[in-house]
């Protein structure tokens, strides 16, 4: 090996050091003081023992052996760059000893392994030899080694009786434990049996009131109540299953699912001119904790009917746009006349304002119509169910790919078609009470009877039906109310038919007038009329008419000379005109004018040159009016010459 080589070993060397003993990490802070005391009581004893002199007789000879140190490693130091080689030969010298030791303790581990696995060969064969080496296996046959118990030396009577007693000690604390958890087994099996029983006697009373009990569909292992209706539709239907959950203490707990907490109920109120006359009624629930479990079952059967029926009626409203049916939010609203609307929302039932609103004036005139719409809805509902089951009892319609619509209820129609009939017939009644007050003030007697609310097709009633679904099948066919009446001349009576129907066209409330008057046979009323409007016109156009044919037929009796007599000159327009007997001229002219509760007669001269002088009577619906000379009377007056 040249110099060169020589050079480069060791530089080699220099730079590729291992350590073989463990670094000393520095401590990044110093120690506490507690530390720094102990290691001074370590090396110097207590602080008695300790002076100046002696710390600086130990802080001179420390500097003085790091002086000594210092030379040393200053004399070896060109020795040990010369003498590289040899720490090499001595690292590789270090580096073969540490392997024979390892695989020195490699051989005693496997030596020890294949002794082990020798000795278990005995009894397990197959697992020992997974851990023997290939040597022993080929070398010793398995099973070769075994290991029995050396009898030991007999034990003294007394190292006998400790064991014994220390068994005892055992056998009696088992026992005390097993008996202490057989009692809590027993008590707690006793409180169980106690749940268990008030649970199936609270579950064996609801069935006995009636309500169905059965197991869930999803939940098998457990029971149900159904208090919801079969009917109904399948988003209610399903949510009227609750579930029967047992408590603590062995009462019932009434799972209601997505059932509100809270009762609500459907309200109804009546708004009059701008303010509520009339709410519905509302059952307040009692919502303490101590109420029954039938009680808690009702309230949910309630609520969901009561969800049902909004439902229902708020789809059933968005059909009945055009007949002035609103929706808004939670509300629903619609006019049965000019001055009276109706309000229907869904509201708690233990809100203290269920039956109160902020535009009341503690006006309850209508509390009786609010209630009775209310009861309405839920008889026409109940009928809807009914309907649904004999529905579902018939044989199915034949398949088809079209998807059945599922109609609506009739909830809202008949009630609204019957408010708008009573409406329409009480101010029928109340327009013809006051063209009577008129006519009777002028002496004329008259009279008119009523057939109100008469169902149509009456006389088709099927009679196999029960009494209850007769009497709602009857309120949603059309109704029809009927009023006659007689006028001046007995030969000319009248009829109005008044029909509303909003299920069947034509839709809405129609009158049909007729009318027998001998003296204009060639006139009649239009046959459908559907406004009051037109209605009162043509009644009072009618009775205009009369009145001016019994004016033109008066006679005067015993016929008397010097009586004009009047001739219809324009009966559409109320002119009559006189006739002379002896020469055949107009010499007066008359005007009826008839209004709702007033009747004008106007009466003038007819004069080429001078003009004209009238004179009047007005009779009016009063019944606090003076006395007044009635209307033949005036005709007799106004016809001497």
Known sequence: MSSDDHGDSSTATD??????????????????????????????GTFRGVNEDQLRAKIQ??????????????????????????????LYKRRAEITQFALQAQMET???????????S???????????????????????????????????????????????GWRLQSFDSAANKLLKSASRLETEVASETRYWSEVL????????????????????????FLEATPIFRDRGLASLRRADDGSLILDKGLVPSKSRRVRVRVKANNRVTGCSKSTRSTADGEESIETRILQARDTVYEEELFHELVREARIMGSQGVTTRQNLIRFAVSEEQEIMLDLADTDLESFSEDTDMIGSHEDDVL?????????????????????RRTQPPPPLSQKRRHTPEYQLLRPILAYLQHRSHVQWLE????DMYGVLKAAGVECDHTANLFSPVNAQRKNHTLPKVEGLVQGFLVPLESTISGSLITPQSPFRVRIRTSLVTPPFGTNYDISMTMPQHPGIQPPARVGLRNEAAAILTHFMMLDVVSAVSSYRPQPAADGHLT??????????????????????????????RGEMTLHVSHVRAADGTSTCSQTWKADPIAPQQPGLMEFVADVSKE
């Open 370 to 390: 609010a209630d009775a719409i209310a009861h309405a809805t839920r008889i026409l509902l109940s009928y809807a169910h009914r309907q649904n089951l004999h």
């Open 566 to 595: 009047w001739q219809a000159a324009y009966p559409h327009h109320g002119e009559l005109l006189t006739v002379s007997p002896t020469t055949g001229e107009h010499k007066k002219k008359m005007k009826v004018t008839l209004a």
């Open 110 to 120: 496997m030596f020890a392994l294949d002794f082990v696995s020798l000795l278990l």
């Open 205 to 228: 009373a609801v069935k006995d009131k009636g309500w169905k009990v059965c197991r869930l569909p999803r939940e098998r292992q457990a029971l149900g109540v159904q208090y919801g």
């Open 430 to 433: 109340s327009f013809i009470k």
């Open 61 to 90: 000879e420390e500097k003085d052996k790091e002086g000594l140190e210092d030379e040393e490693e200053e004399g070896e130091k060109p020795a040990g760059e010369v003498d590289s080689t040899e720490r090499l030969e001595q």
């Open 15 to 44: 730079s590729f050091t291992i350590p073989l003993r463990p670094l000393i990490e520095k401590r990044h802070r110093p120690d506490t003081l507690p530390v720094e005391i102990a290691q001074i009581n370590a090396q110097w």
């Open 122 to 168: 005995k009894h397990a064969p197959r697992q020992a030899e997974t851990s023997m080496s290939a040597f022993l296996r080929q070398a010793v046959p398995l099973g070769s080694l075994n290991s029995e118990i050396v009898n030991p030396p007999p034990k003294p009577e007394s190292a006998a009786q400790d064991p014994k007693a220390v068994s005892r």
